[in-house]
């Protein structure tokens, strides 16, 4: 920092009132030479120390020195005209007092209280005036250069009077650089304040001079054109005696790693609740197939036990007949043929209710749509809806997990029967388009979708639908699955004509 021509008359001498927060082995050795040294340096003083152990050294000091104690940060920050809090819990508490410390209330951190209390030390061998001098400079160049919080200096006009290291490799500058440029133009490259240059950015030095209150942000700054790293910034006014603000303190402390993790764990906590409302869909969906794959599986249930029936009471007649023989051959090929479609139906479901991990591998979507056809087309005989497929003789590879697959092509068909409660026709079509895209189209001729709903229809919780018939999550997760392969969704309707559903996926061989 340049020099000032500052009076420093004793009653003109800045005051410094800490409050200490851990009240070990450094604690208990400050405390002992503010208590030897208070005759040279009256304008330091402790007003509390806080530690969460009764037998801690330092505060048994400090109860001898007359100093409030107390087990709870809080309490401290109850005290009036605490300047500072002295940090020395090696920053184990350092997050919780900057969370819960008072605006203009500035923290020292352990590092730096070790230094200070080094300070302190060699002060004793130097004469009061000599002590002032020295512990005046060390201190500056403890907590200016040797945290890792960057610090700035800065005029009221915005021009940087002086910044530490940690300021400087932030901001990519050299001292020379810096001192005398305004800290728009060092930081941003702007001409005037950031407030004024960039729209939704608030200063918090101009807030501070505005307000002569300190003010925090968090701040975005590009270190590479592919890393962005954030700081929590915050500023300080120190102003004359008559109160008006002569300087700024920024204080830049690096919150990136933070940040990111938080970030982190809420797109954990995104992906879970997304994967439980995929199979909650999935699960309300195996619910409607099985209503009708009951009745479907019920029918030649019943046939099986008539036969099986018929078959016993021969038996039970006496020995069976060449033309019994002949009925049973032909009974037991019909009760096979039965049971396999049964345990077909049961297989469809059970691997449709199974909860996997997602795996991209190669899929034909031929095989996507014939699994689907087969668990539902009972239920769109029952509904009177007539079913016409159009799928490529050849393969129609792509890559993508095939219950994600079944499950966009799935709800399309039950919202294409939702939409046909009278009866009407669904068509089904796949195809290649090129060497490069594959297209699945659903096509129905129901109510079809009001124009002003189209915009909507993929938004989570939009529904048409009456109250009890659903939340409107089916379509929004068919959005979201294609998207994650990498694929494209599109519908044509008009109210009354029936809709059109077109997705498009990359073909495996022409990865996008």
């Known amino acids: 920092m340049q020099n000032e021509e500052i009076d420093r008359n004793e009653g003109d001498k800045l005051s410094l009132n800490l409050a200490i927060i851990g009240g070990g082995r450094t604690c208990n050795a400050f405390l002992k030479i503010i208590r030897v040294e208070q005759s040279n ?8 120390v806080c530690d969460i152990d009764p037998k801690a050294r330092g505060l048994a000091t400090a109860r001898e020195m007359g100093i409030f104690v107390t087990d709870k940060i809080t309490d401290l920050f109850k005290i009036e005209g605490v300047d500072a809090v002295l940090e020395l819990t090696n920053n184990q508490a350092l997050d919780e007092i900057m969370r819960l410390k008072p605006a203009g ?8 209280g070790r230094l200070l209390e080094t300070v302190f030390s060699v002060s004793r061998k130097l004469t009061a005036a000599e002590k002032w001098i020295d512990l005046e400079k060390r201190s500056y160049d403890i907590l200016f250069q040797q945290t890792n919080i960057g610090v700035v200096v800065l005029a009221p006009d915005f021009s940087i009077i002086d910044a530490n290291r940690a300021y400087l490799q932030a901001v990519k500058k050299t001292k020379e650089e810096a001192i005398g440029k305004p800290c728009h133009e060092i930081v941003k490259g702007f001409f005037a304040p950031c407030s004024y240059s960039q729209m939704g950015f608030e200063c918090p030095v101009l807030h501070t001079l505005k307000t002569g209150e300190s003010a925090i942000i968090i701040h975005e700054y590009p270190v590479s054109d592919s890393k962005t790293s954030y700081f929590n910034i915050a500023t300080y006014p120190i102003k004359d005696k008559h109160g008006n603000i002569v300087r700024v303190i920024e204080l830049w402390r690096d919150v990136t790693k933070e940040i990111l993790s938080r970030w982190e764990k809420k797109l954990q ?21 099985v209503a009708s794959c009951v009745h479907e599986i019920n029918n030649p249930i019943q046939g099986l036990l008539t036969l099986s029936h018929l078959m016993q009471e021969k038996l039970e007649e006496g020995a069976p007949s060449p033309k019994d023989v002949t009925d049973f051959t032909k009974y037991i090929s019909l009760m096979t043929t039965e049971l396999e479609r049964c ?4 297989s469809g479901l059970l691997s449709f209710s199974r909860e996997s991990s997602i795996e991209y591998k190669q899929e034909d979507l031929n095989d996507v749509l014939s699994s689907v056809i087969a668990l539902t087309k009972h239920k769109m005989e029952l509904s009177n809806i007539r079913l016409t497929t159009n799928t490529s003789d050849a393969p129609l590879i792509v890559i993508g997990d095939k219950n994600q697959l079944q499950q966009c092509v799935l709800n399309l068909i039950f919202n294409a029967i939702e939409a046909m409660p009278d009866g009407g026709d669904l068509i089904i079509n796949a195809e290649s388009e090129s060497e490069k895209s594959v297209r699945i189209e659903i096509k129905d001729t129901g109510c079809g979708i009001q124009e002003e709903d189209l915009h909507h229809i993929f938004d989570p919780f939009f529904t048409t639908k009456e109250e009890g018939k659903g939340v409107g999550l089916g379509l929004s997760i068919v959005y979201g699955m294609v998207k994650s392969h990498k694929g494209d969704i599109k519908v044509k309707s008009r109210a009354g004509e029936g809709a059109a559903f077109v997705l498009r996926f990359p073909a495996a061989s022409y990865p996008p």
């Open 41 to 48: 340096y009256p304008n330091v003083r402790v007003l509390g």
């Open 105 to 112: 209330v500035a923290v020292i951190e352990h590092d730096a």
């Open 269 to 289: 906590r995104m992906e879970m609740d997304m994967k439980k409302m995929v199979q909650e869909d999935r699960m309300i969906s195996l619910g409607r197939l």
């Open 343 to 346: 345990g077909g139906i049961i």
